[in-house]
């Protein structure tokens, strides 16, 4: 596979030759920017094979490196050698959030450890909140720990980092066990989480061999910044080779539900939308309040249901919208006898004729053509994209729609600037949407 280095924006920017090895000197807060605009699947490399611990050294005022894409990859050669390696990160917005890899062990191997860097990008503020649309490539799902089932985006900073040891070509045959410092811009927490810029939040990495975040639990010790600081961070986080995987992000200490809930879902049934939800136990739990959204960013309340206080056994729960608005979305705040509450992820649900099924959302993003969907079922859509003229440009046949929000992306390249016509097809029917590529 090609391999493009990178693009980039210098200024005081230098290889000095100490001894054998160069350093990379990024001076008095010049930047390395990587080629976001490349397209998703395309990788591009930032290569420092000098190991030691200062071959890549900021001075001055400091230094940027920006990746914003997983593919953005910044490959360091370590091998054998042990110590503490900074890589000086920056948003996209320029909030410096410098990564530190305290590499303990030697492992074997001459192997390189792979770094990068991103949050929700081009994204709409209103769906920034959901890692599950942006989740790196060996990343599964978003789940909570306690039911595996509940999309726990919103107990999770919009961020995620790649930290590879085992990177194709690079890897080390026994992994270095490490101490990773995380630093995080106040701002990859947006709107719609339920932690804020001052909640405490550690490190998870995901283990794709179980599928899991929950095998290993948040870690670290977290440290507000100054009130007018823009980033917080999240330092001795102490992992030992055998859980150390490549994909990582920061979530909530708490439980992100005070509730063990299994099953959460919406059905139309008689014209109504029955929700349904199932615990398989309960502390403390006063009631449960039903939330309804039209757009996902405003809700209202539209019920209540008494919970059962403290169980251990499974139990079932219900709650009929005897006024559906088409297709719309719902959630369950919790709330214990003391007044703390959390909130569930959203759900689709709708009793419409086109099967609770439509294009929310579609937009250029440079790279991409995105496609925002929201469905109250699953399903099996071909996605096309036509011209004015009528030409069929692009076909995705047989993509996954899943119930809820599912986020479809292509490729624009060759695509002329123009405006154009999304179209989700089945068997059951079309929807469109017309959509301005530049």
């Given at each position: 596979?090609?391999?493009?280095?990178?693009?980039a924006?210098?200024?005081?920017?230098?290889f000095?030759s100490?001894?054998?090895s160069a350093?990379?000197?990024?001076?008095?807060?010049?930047?390395?920017?990587?080629?976001v605009?490349?397209?998703?699947?395309?990788?591009?490399?930032?290569v420092?094979?000098?190991?030691?611990t200062?071959?890549?050294?900021?001075?001055?005022t400091?230094?940027?490196?920006?990746?914003?894409?997983?593919?953005?990859?910044?490959?360091?050669?370590?091998?054998a050698?042990t110590?503490?390696?900074?890589?000086?990160?920056?948003?996209?917005?320029?909030?410096?959030?410098?990564?530190?890899?305290?590499?303990n062990?030697?492992?074997?191997g001459?192997?390189?450890?792979?770094?990068?860097?991103?949050?929700?990008?081009?994204?709409p503020v209103?769906t920034?909140w959901?890692?599950?649309?942006?989740?790196?490539?060996?990343?599964?799902h978003?789940?909570?720990?306690?039911?595996g089932?509940?999309?726990?985006?919103?107990?999770?900073?919009?961020r995620?980092w790649?930290?590879?040891?085992q990177a194709p070509g690079?890897?080390?045959?026994?992994?270095?066990?490490?101490?990773l410092?995380?630093?995080?811009?106040k701002?990859?927490?947006t709107?719609n989480n339920?932690i804020a810029?001052?909640?405490?939040?550690?490190?998870?990495r995901?283990n794709?061999?179980?599928?899991?975040?929950?095998?290993?639990?948040p870690?670290?010790?977290?440290a507000?910044?100054?009130?007018?600081?823009?980033?917080?961070?999240?330092?001795?986080?102490?992992?030992?080779?055998?859980?150390?995987?490549?994909?990582w992000?920061l979530?909530?200490?708490?439980?992100?539900l005070?509730?063990?809930?299994v099953?959460l879902?919406?059905d139309?049934?008689?014209?109504?939308?029955?929700?349904?939800?199932?615990?398989?136990?309960e502390?403390n739990n006063d009631?449960?309040t039903?939330e309804?959204?039209?757009?996902?960013v405003e809700?209202?309340?539209?019920?209540t249901?008494?919970?059962a206080?403290?169980?251990?056994?499974?139990?079932?729960y219900?709650?009929?919208?005897?006024?559906?608005?088409?297709?719309?979305y719902?959630?369950?705040?919790?709330?214990?006898f003391?007044?703390?509450?959390?909130t569930?992820?959203?759900?689709?649900?709708?009793?419409?004729?086109?099967?609770?099924?439509?294009i929310v959302?579609?937009?250029?993003?440079?790279s991409?053509?995105n496609?925002?969907?929201?469905?109250?079922i699953?399903?099996?859509?071909?996605l096309?994209?036509?011209?004015a003229q009528?030409?069929?440009?692009?076909t995705?046949p047989?993509?996954?729609?899943?119930?809820?929000?599912?986020?479809?992306?292509?490729?624009?390249n060759?695509?002329?600037?123009?405006?154009?016509m999304?179209?989700?097809?089945?068997?059951?029917?079309?929807?469109?949407r017309?959509i301005?590529?530049?």
């Amino acid at each position: 596979m090609m391999r493009p280095l990178l693009t980039a924006s210098l200024t005081l920017l230098s290889f000095a030759s100490f001894g054998q090895s160069a350093r990379l000197v990024i001076n008095n807060d010049a930047y390395i920017v990587y080629d976001v605009t490349a397209p998703s699947s395309q990788e591009t490399w930032l290569v420092v094979t000098n190991p030691a611990t200062n071959a890549i050294t900021v001075s001055g005022t400091g230094g940027n490196i920006i990746s914003e894409r997983e593919q953005n990859y910044l490959r360091w050669g370590i091998g054998a050698t042990t110590g503490i390696y900074s890589v000086p990160f920056t948003t996209a917005a320029g909030v410096k959030m410098p990564l530190t890899y305290q590499k303990n062990t030697a492992g074997t191997g001459a192997g390189s450890v792979v770094f990068s860097t991103y949050n929700f990008g081009a994204l709409p503020v209103a769906t920034a909140w959901n890692n599950d649309l942006y989740r790196p490539s060996d990343v599964t799902h978003m789940h909570d720990n306690a039911t595996g089932l509940v999309n726990n985006s919103n107990n999770v900073v919009d961020r995620f980092w790649i930290i590879d040891t085992q990177a194709p070509g690079y890897a080390y045959t026994t992994k270095p066990d490490a101490t990773l410092a995380f630093v995080y811009a106040k701002a990859d927490v947006t709107t719609n989480n339920l932690i804020a810029s001052t909640t405490q939040v550690g490190a998870q990495r995901f283990n794709p061999g179980v599928q899991k975040w929950g095998d290993f639990l948040p870690v670290g010790n977290f440290a507000l910044s100054v009130p007018t600081g823009t980033q917080n961070t999240v330092s001795n986080v102490v992992v030992p080779n055998a859980d150390f995987y490549r994909s990582w992000t920061l979530s909530d200490f708490n439980n992100p539900l005070p509730i063990e809930l299994v099953d959460l879902k919406g059905d139309c049934e008689n014209d109504q939308v029955v929700v349904r939800w199932t615990t398989a136990s309960e502390q403390n739990n006063d009631y449960f309040t039903i939330e309804k959204s039209t757009n996902g960013v405003e809700w209202y309340v539209i019920g209540t249901v008494d919970g059962a206080g403290s169980s251990q056994t499974t139990l079932e729960y219900s709650f009929v919208d005897h006024e559906p608005t088409g297709l719309a979305y719902y959630r369950l705040r919790q709330t214990d006898f003391d007044g703390s509450s959390k909130t569930s992820a959203m759900f689709a649900a709708g009793c419409e004729s086109d099967g609770g099924i439509s294009i929310v959302n579609a937009w250029d993003d440079g790279s991409n053509v995105n496609v925002l969907v929201s469905s109250s079922i699953e399903g099996m859509h071909d996605l096309t994209l036509i011209d004015a003229q009528g030409k069929v440009m692009v076909t995705r046949p047989e993509q996954q729609i899943q119930n809820g929000i599912t986020h479809l992306a292509f490729p624009k390249n060759g695509i002329a600037t123009g405006i154009y016509m999304i179209q989700l097809q089945n068997e059951g029917g079309s929807l469109n949407r017309r959509i301005m590529i530049q």
